[in-house]
């Protein structure tokens, strides 16, 4: 099992840019594919990116495509979104979710059911 815990949520104006990070522990992180998810207030959770155990393949949701990026780094068991040119609709709690990977390059799908470990969130909100 593991453990995740989003941080660096925060405020920030239109355009801004913030960075939020995704601490595992537990079991052994780099075995685990990772995604970040989004639910704005009376909204569905919604897929934004997803990241492969080794960290060499990403998708992304289109509304976010050129402008939110994942990492990860292994020896640290975190995981990254760095969020720019922010805009007032990117406004929720941002969640991060592991899936077991089956391969270094698996990456987990866009539906929340697929993924067996869920942080407890972390608010962004961006003012327009």
């Known amino acids: 099992q593991v453990q995740l815990g989003e941080y660096g949520g925060g405020l920030v104006q239109a355009g801004g840019s913030l960075r939020l990070s995704c601490a595992a522990s537990g079991r052994t992180f780099d075995t685990y594919a990772m995604a970040w998810f989004r639910q704005a207030p009376g909204k569905e959770r919604e897929f934004v990116g997803a990241?492969?155990?080794?960290?060499?393949?990403?998708y992304y949701a289109d509304f976010v495509k050129g402008r939110f990026t994942m990492s990860r780094d292994n020896a640290e068991n975190t995981v990254y979104l760095q969020m720019n040119s922010l805009k007032a609709e990117d406004t929720a709690v941002y969640y991060c979710?592991?899936?077991?990977?089956?391969?270094?390059?698996?990456?987990?799908?866009?539906?929340?059911?697929?993924?067996?470990?869920w942080g407890q969130g972390t608010q962004v909100t961006v003012s327009s």
């Open positions: 979710a592991a899936a077991t990977a089956y391969s270094a390059e698996y990456v987990g799908g866009n539906r929340a059911d697929e993924y067996d470990y």
């Open positions: 990241i492969s155990w080794s960290g060499g393949s990403a």
